[in-house]
């Protein structure tokens, strides 16, 4: 049997009352199938499994997942405001400004998901706005096998003897932005002064092989060894390690990044109690010992049980990093602008 351990105590935690809605038999729910914009892959068959599922059995509620991008979500949300074609939105940090400036999220509190008592601080980066599941964070990758000596920073990407072996983000993906913003810091700017991360990241460009907006795309490269060195998530490297690959996860000197993934109620849906279930179901229930143990995310609650192996790989930072997502927000477009015309 393997040994487990907690990344966080809460004898308290366990002792949560538990509405109604969740421990009745009663199918309630029967009728009722949530419509929930995906992530896809791994992550839409872990809730399935570890929400969607515990549920079925509970209150007889259903979910279907439509993959997608968050931004795609909003805008089906808002034109169709009377008749939302979704339930619940799945959104990380960074597209949670867009989905309180299109105010179509309602709050949720304690007194209607009672879970949220376990959730740890920090972890609820928008007052009562979205229900965090997990938080990754953006590490350096690095490829032990090719490169000479290890890296240490994202600056030295820049290395002559990583010529054509460096991947890249757009500003189109979070990680590019979080990349940027951890640059400027580090050079005496930051997102109100972001020319530093420009310059910096220009000093990186004569060695980028690859520029991509796509997670699946630097994984590919990152393990079929076309790519030596990157940013990436936490818990992709860890998926790359548990599959013998030999990819190091190093916190960039500059500082580490990290997001939290939140599912929000939709403002319109028919079945609020149902996403207050759900929601419920997300914090209380298998998911996050299951997402942390699959991915490496930190969990968003406290008493989350993590088999050791993972927990011994699991990113720990020394130096976390904390993103105004909502200033980012005013900045990012005219930001994908010039990283368009500066380095495509």
Same mark, same amino acid.
């Given at each position: 049997m393997k040994r487990r351990q907690f990344? $966080?105590? &809460?004898a308290a935690a366990s002792a949560l009352a538990f509405p109604a809605i969740l421990t009745a038999q009663d199918k309630r729910f029967a009728e009722v199938t949530l419509r929930i914009n995906g992530y896809g892959g791994d992550w839409d068959r872990i809730?399935?499994?570890?929400?969607v599922h515990p549920l079925e059995r509970k209150t !007889? +509620?259903?979910? $279907?997942?439509?993959?997608? %991008?968050?931004?795609?979500?909003?805008?089906?949300?808002?034109?169709? $405001?009377?008749?939302?074609?979704?339930?619940?939105?799945?959104?990380?940090?960074?597209?949670?400004?867009?989905?309180? *400036?299109?105010?179509?999220? *309602?709050p949720v509190t304690p007194a209607e998901v009672p879970g949220l008592s376990k959730v740890l601080p920090g972890m609820r980066e928008f007052g009562d706005f979205g229900v965090p599941l997990?938080?990754? &964070?953006?590490?350096?990758?690095?490829?032990?096998s090719?490169?000479?000596?290890?890296?240490?920073?994202?600056?030295?990407?820049?290395?002559?003897?990583? *010529?054509?072996?460096?991947?890249m983000f757009t500003l189109e993906h979070d990680i590019g932005v979080q990349q940027l913003?951890?640059? @400027? /810091? @580090?050079?005496?700017? !930051?997102?109100?002064?972001?020319?530093?991360?420009?310059?910096? +990241?220009?000093?990186?460009?004569?060695?980028?092989? %690859?520029? $991509?907006? &796509?997670?699946?795309?630097?994984?590919?490269?990152?393990?079929? /060894?076309?790519?030596?060195?990157?940013?990436?998530?936490?818990?992709?490297?860890? &998926? +790359?390690? *548990?599959?013998g690959k030999p990819i190091a996860m190093i916190e960039p000197a500059e500082g580490a990044c990290s997001i939290v993934s939140y599912i929000n109620l939709v403002k319109g849906t028919k079945h609020t109690e149902a996403v207050h279930a759900f929601m419920q179901e997300s914090l209380t229930g298998g998911f996050s010992e299951a997402l942390a143990s699959f991915f490496g995310y930190r969990p968003s609650v406290s008493g989350v049980e993590i088999p050791s192996d993972v927990a011994e790989r699991m990113y720990k930072p020394k130096q976390q990093k904390h993103v105004d997502w909502t200033k980012v927000a005013q900045y990012r477009a005219d930001w994908l602008t010039r990283f368009n015309k500066e380095f495509r």
């Open positions: 990344l $966080t105590l &809460s809730m399935q499994e570890q929400i !007889g +509620l259903k979910a $279907t997942f439509t993959p997608g %991008t968050a931004a795609v979500a909003i805008a089906k949300v808002l034109a169709a $405001t009377d008749d939302p074609p979704f339930d619940i939105l799945m959104v990380d940090s960074p597209g949670m400004p867009a989905v309180l *400036k299109a105010q179509v999220a *309602k997990g938080s990754p &964070s953006v590490v350096l990758a690095c490829n032990t090719r490169n000479r000596r290890p890296l240490t920073s994202f600056a030295e990407m820049a290395r002559p003897d990583l *010529k054509d072996r460096v991947g913003v951890a640059m @400027a /810091e @580090a050079n005496g700017g !930051g997102v109100d002064k972001i020319d530093p991360g420009f310059v910096a +990241l220009a000093q990186i460009k004569p060695n980028v092989a %690859t520029l $991509t907006s &796509s997670t699946v795309n630097m994984l590919q490269l990152l393990e079929q /060894e076309e790519v030596w060195a990157a940013p990436f998530w936490d818990g992709r490297v860890i &998926s +790359l390690q *548990k599959a």
